[in-house]
């Protein structure tokens, strides 16, 4: 038995050895790109910050060859996390506001075309009718507005653990003096129901659900319901939901806008500052999306 065991720990150091050796040799002559597989790690299919890759992928020579991977939100984020651990080569599709910026040490390739355009804000949009029939949370829609930190406090807690709705009141009962701003001058509701509608991106969970606790503190009955990108959007549009909080113009969302401008009401910036791009973690020896290299 004794035996066995030296034998299998000096033959599973000799194989660590020969891996490191290999990975050594690899991650020397290797550029970055190819030891990602000239692969991006995406996100859900229908998001914004996925068009806006494909189309990176178009505008830049260095991409010629790359593959878009589809994924989840929260897979991406996984697998960003395990790469980091191990200090491996990774790439993924980012966006701001979110906790991995808090989390890691991460950059923004830079992208000299704009194909993912520059700065955006994160508008409200409602239903048509919407104002009329229910004016005092349509009252509140219109005048909710935060900053990056605050929507980050939020995806923090929950990115740690927490239950988004937990999250969500824990916030608003901290930022009193803030929510007020909001229900100045709104209509208490009477148990008049409210539906919202979202996508499970992270900057998302946390404003709908923030929304949900300041709508439902003022007397109304919020729903929250998430679907993808593309079902979000129309459902506003065909009058199936009330209001979203999460329309990243004028570039991510920017298609999904003009077509349905003329259903749906803007309600305007709730957030200004987001940004969405090809994120590394700063270990990573490339600036641009011009340091990449195209597969050969
Ligand atoms: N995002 C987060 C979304 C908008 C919010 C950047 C992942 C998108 O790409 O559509």
Redesign the pocket.
Known sequence: MKKWKTLGAAAGLALTLVAAGCGNDSSSSDSFSEQVDYTITG??A???????TERAIEDYDQLNGWTLQPSS?GAMATTLGEAIKDEEPIII???TP?WMFSKYDLKYLEDPKGSFGSEET?NTMTRQGFADDVPGANTVLDQFNWSTDDMGEVMLEVSEGADPAEAARNWVDGHADQVAEWTEGAEEGSGQEVSLAY?E????VASTNVMKVVLDDLGYNTSITPLD?AVMWQSIANGEADAMV?A?LPT??GELYEQYKDQVVDLGPNLEG?K?GLVVPNYVDADSIEDLKPKE
């Not at 229908?46 to 068009?51: L, N």
């Not at 991106?201 to 998302?204: C, H, P, R």
């Open positions: 996100i859900e229908g998001a914004g910050v996925m068009s806006a939100s599709t980012g966006w979110h994160i996508v991106w992270d900057s998302e990108n999460a990243w991510t969302h987001a969405t």
